[in-house]
């Protein structure tokens, strides 16, 4: 019975120790997980994903992807926002790691990337119940798929992108390659405001648009960057 409990403790500790350095060895594994992922994505779903892809970037693929059947309700979409939770945890982590250095001195570095993982997700949540709420007040409730949509677009072609140059800085610690990420998402972020734009400008006019978007699609990065720099402070 000693014996058992000494190779469970020494166990329990092992994991603990895997988990709390610093070195690659778990973000390889979650690295694995969404590469695991998006093998499944190309491999079971190839015509759907690709059009996905695409749709951000020109109606027509949109229109087949609409032919295609409900996209909400398929397997595909659990596991592209898998895909798309694992890899952008990856590159927040990496991000506060470099900017926010002193907030690793207060938890440990895998336990910051689970509170990242879950800002995300309720960042997620969020910005579905506020855009539910907005097409319902604007009375534009058959353009919510369109709404929803254009926001998955634009994040599984963030995170497909971003994907390699995650992966390439987990080896390389090669800053330049990690910002590359920043104009793609900028010139996506803007396609997809400009699609969100046009899809009913006779009941939305422009400025409670501008008024919307930058509330609720632009503001919360900028809180979370201030909840960061007072962490950070906190910290030192």
């Known amino acids: ?15 603990f120790s895997f988990f709390a350095t610093d070195t690659t060895d778990w973000i390889t594994l979650i690295l694995l997980a969404a590469l695991v992922i998006l093998t499944l994505l190309f491999t079971l779903h190839r015509r759907k994903y690709t059009l996905l892809l695409r749709s951000l970037y020109s109606s027509r693929y949109f229109t087949q992807l609409s032919h295609e059947g409900k996209i909400f ?54 910005k579905c119940f506020m855009t539910f709420s907005f ?19 634009t994040q599984s072609s963030n995170s497909l992108i971003l994907f390699p140059l995650v992966v390439t800085f987990t080896y390389t610690s090669f800053l330049p390659v990690l910002l590359l990420y920043i104009p793609v998402f900028s010139a996506n972020f803007l396609i997809m ?15 409670h648009f501008f008024v919307y978007f930058c509330t609720f699609e632009i503001l919360p990065y900028l809180i979370l960057v201030k909840i960061l720099l007072i962490l950070d402070n906190q910290a030192l």
């Open 1 to 15: 019975m000693e014996v058992f409990n000494a190779a469970n403790s020494l166990l329990n500790a092992s994991i």
């Open 193 to 207: 405001a400009y699609r969100l734009f046009l899809l009913n400008r006779k009941k939305i006019r422009p400025f």
């Open 73 to 126: 309700e398929e397997r595909i979409y659990l596991f592209d926002l898998a895909f798309i939770l694992l890899t952008q945890s990856v590159f927040f982590y990496f991000i506060i790691e470099i900017y926010f250095p002193s907030i690793f001195a207060v938890k440990p570095p895998f336990f910051t990337f689970l509170i990242i993982m879950g800002i995300l997700v309720l960042d997620f949540v969020f």
């Open 135 to 153: 097409t319902y007040l604007y009375d534009i409730k058959s353009d919510r798929t369109t709404f929803f949509s254009y926001k998955l677009f």
